[in-house]
């Protein structure tokens, strides 16, 4: 059951990578409230269509935006298509890309081109365009950037995706103290093992239940436990809360196990 935000009734949010997992959560949490969920996805259009049809059947309003983050053009296509009907008021940038099994010499151009162009660019594009279109209508945002503890500790065989989440942790806190200055809050997630389909094809059951036992707290995170702190986050209960990085991960970061 999702704690109560009536101040999200009636407010527009962008969610990338919002049709499965930890961005399907918080989309819903905040249609819930009342918001209108703008649903970015790349390539599951199955997915997508599904959650469409479920949001739609419960009285959510909700619409999907399909663009592949890696392309600068459709990125812009996608913002252009949402500011047509008005600025968002919430953004959460939750959408990745990551292989696992490339360590540094394992990784070519290609690769960490592809992983920062989506981690990074991606995600530069999408809040500068969106906080220019808050700022020009004086509508103050709020914004969340979906981490990892990838971004602080290092494991073997993802060496572009740490890089990437190493500099998307500074590029939150770059650039909500220039953002903060137009009322418009930007935090981010520290996101630690969550049961969601992109996770679970990277592992066995077997597997699974083994890394699970390794988090202090004996298991993986459901996806709602994730999108409950985003969405504390975007709510006026976070309204001291600027460039901040918060942890939910079961304890991880306590003891960690760099086989996940």
């Known amino acids: 059951m999702s704690a109560s935000y009536p101040e999200f009734k009636g407010k527009r949010a962008l969610i990338t990578g919002g049709t499965q997992g930890i961005g399907k959560a918080v989309a819903k949490r905040l249609a819930e409230e009342g918001a209108m969920v703008f649903l970015n996805y790349a390539r599951n259009e199955e997915a997508a269509n599904e959650t469409l049809n479920q949001f739609l059947q419960a009285g959510y309003a909700s619409e999907l935006c399909p663009a592949d983050l890696g392309s600068s053009p459709a990125v812009e296509a996608m913002l252009e298509r949402i500011h047509q009907t008005g600025p968002l008021d919430l953004l959460i940038c939750n959408a990745a890309y990551q ?17 920062l162009d989506v981690n990074i660019l991606a995600n530069f594009q999408i809040i500068q365009g969106v906080a220019l279109q808050m700022i020009a209508a004086g509508r103050p ?3 969340v950037m979906c981490s990892s503890g990838h971004g602080k500790m290092v494991f073997k065989g993802t060496f572009a995706y740490d890089v990437s989440k190493a500099a998307l942790n500074h590029f939150m806190r770059c650039a909500a103290l220039e953002l903060i200055e137009h009322g418009i809050r930007l935090n981010a997630a520290d996101i630690g093992w969550t049961h969601t389909p992109g996770e679970r094809r990277w592992f066995t059951e077997e597997e699974q239940t083994r890394l699970a036992r ?27 809360v ?3 990085l918060y942890t939910v991960d079961g304890g991880f970061a306590l003891r960690p196990n760099p086989s996940l």
């Open 214 to 240: 390794s988090i202090p707290i004996g298991r993986a995170a459901q996806a709602d436990e994730i999108a409950a702190l985003i969405e504390f986050l975007l709510s006026d209960q976070a309204s001291y």
């Open 242 to 244: 600027v460039g901040s």
């Open 141 to 143: 945002g709020r914004m």
């Open 99 to 115: 292989e696992k099994g490339k360590d540094f010499f394992g990784t070519d151009l290609a690769l960490i081109r592809r992983t």
